[in-house]
């Protein structure tokens, strides 16, 4: 068989086949067998087909461009210490970044091109070669990161850091990953990992707040605001609402999509949900289902409505983007002057009034779409410092109010020494 005289080793997908330098045979995430050649950073590939005649004709296909290679590449076209470092990484990280955007969502291609962009790129360490960059560097570097990011965003610059290296060993660029469980010792352990601490408005402020949106933003972005300040929505709920899963009548909504970059999916964790509206929004949301019939009749499209929240400035109908919806807040926190808060707050927002007023947390829980119970209790219970204190004596001491005594009860006095 062809491949038997290539080493081979256990990849992600399936056996990898290294047929030449830089030229690999490996499965795809689909199982089909594709050809990979890097020269000098460049990476290509070739998907043949699955089975075994796809990996009997994806190393013939290796085995031709292999033979080309050695005859369009003069012997000493690349010096032997430039082999030994490797390719620059940014070069290389920008060729991981577009030869793997099939595995990823749209959301994940975007959130990886952006740390490259934003925190990776820009260091001088990353325009070296591969091989050059040390894990004491890379260590360093990750470390002053931390002081300015959240640990969520030190997990994912060193998720891709590692990926790249990874993908250069299966490239036999590199021996090894530099990278590589850098992480114990520059972040506590995942159960003590604090993210970003929540910052819910106060009543005063959320009306405050509320108000300056009614003046500066449309109804639209209002209605945004309001679904996850009175709803408990997440930011990418609240912009796939639809108007078939309200119901006015019972004060309902259906919490069924969640919306990012362009692509609808189910809420976080694939959890779908009922949850009950106030009156007064149950009131606003039917008089702006209202303007949005009206819009639908003007526009010949028979008064239907779908999306709630469609950003007039996208061709098509899509609703609006997170990263608009992040720059609201920001407009309307600072014609508030308040402090500013993400969406998120809002949210928070709405959990911590619940419990404030003494709403079951259970209640909360299901409103919220959390998965248990003590994760709405880790996050807002400190928010409640003084539940409980009614009602602590009765509870306690009785209906008479004064606990029996303690027959010939010894009082003792306390000094530095102890008890005397």
């Known amino acids: ?28 995430q689909r199982g089909k067998w594709t050809v990979y050649a890097t020269k000098n950073g ?8 699955d089975g075994r ?39 290389y990280s920008r060729q991981w970044l577009v030869g793997n955007t099939a595995r990823w969502s749209p959301y994940t291609q975007e959130r990886y091109e952006q740390i490259f962009r934003l925190h990776i790129w820009p260091h001088a360490i990353f325009k070296k070669h591969l091989a050059e960059i040390g894990r004491k560097e890379i260590k360093v570097f990750l470390k002053e990161l931390s002081h300015r990011m959240s640990p969520a965003t030190i997990e994912a610059v060193h998720g891709v850091i590692s990926g790249v290296y990874n993908e250069a060993m299966d490239d036999e660029l590199v021996s090894g990953n530099p990278s590589a469980g850098l992480l114990k010792s520059i972040l506590p352990p995942k159960n003590r990992r604090d993210l970003k601490a929540p910052d819910p408005f106060s009543r005063s402020e959320l009306e405050n707040f509320l108000a300056h949106a009614q003046r500066i933003a449309t109804p639209t972005e209002v209605m945004i605001l309001k679904m996850m300040a009175f709803a408990g929505l997440r930011l990418g709920e609240a912009l796939a609402m639809r108007a078939e899963h309200f119901n006015p009548s019972r004060r309902t909504y259906y919490v069924a999509q969640s919306y990012k970059c ?21 009131a606003d949301l039917q008089v702006y289902c209202q303007l949005l019939k009206k819009d639908s ?20 109908n899509w ?19 308040l402090r500013v808060r993400n969406p998120h707050d809002l949210r928070h927002t709405y959990a911590t009034l619940l419990l404030t007023a003494h709403r079951s947390p259970g209640y909360v829980q299901k409103q919220l779409g959390h998965s248990s119970i003590s994760i709405t209790m880790d996050v807002y219970c400190h928010w409640l410092p003084g539940e409980g204190r009614d009602g602590l004596e009765e509870a306690l001491a009785g209906e008479k109010g004064v606990p029996n ?16």
């Open 1 to 28: 068989m062809p491949w038997r005289k290539y080493s081979s080793k256990e990849g992600k997908f399936g056996s990898v086949y290294h047929v030449a330098k830089g030229i690999q045979v490996r499965k795809d």
């Open 42 to 49: 460049l990476r290509k590939n070739k998907t043949i087909g």
């Open 53 to 91: 005649p796809g990996l009997v004709a994806a190393i013939k296909a290796a085995e031709a461009i292999a033979a080309k290679i050695d005859k369009l590449v003069p012997a000493g076209e690349i010096k032997p210490h430039e082999k030994s470092k490797g390719p620059p990484f940014q070069d």
């Open 262 to 282: 362009r692509e609808f999916g189910r809420p976080k964790a694939g959890k779908t949900r009922l949850i009950d509206l106030p009156d007064f929004l149950v």
């Open 297 to 316: 009749l003007k526009e010949g499209r028979g008064g239907r409505i779908d999306l709630l929240f469609v950003d007039p400035t996208e061709q098509g």
């Open 319 to 337: 609703p609006y983007s997170q990263r608009k919806v992040l720059y609201l807040m920001k407009r309307v926190c600072n014609a508030a002057a």
């Open 405 to 420: 005594r303690v027959p010939n009860m010894h009082i003792f006095a306390y000094d530095d020494k102890g008890p005397r």
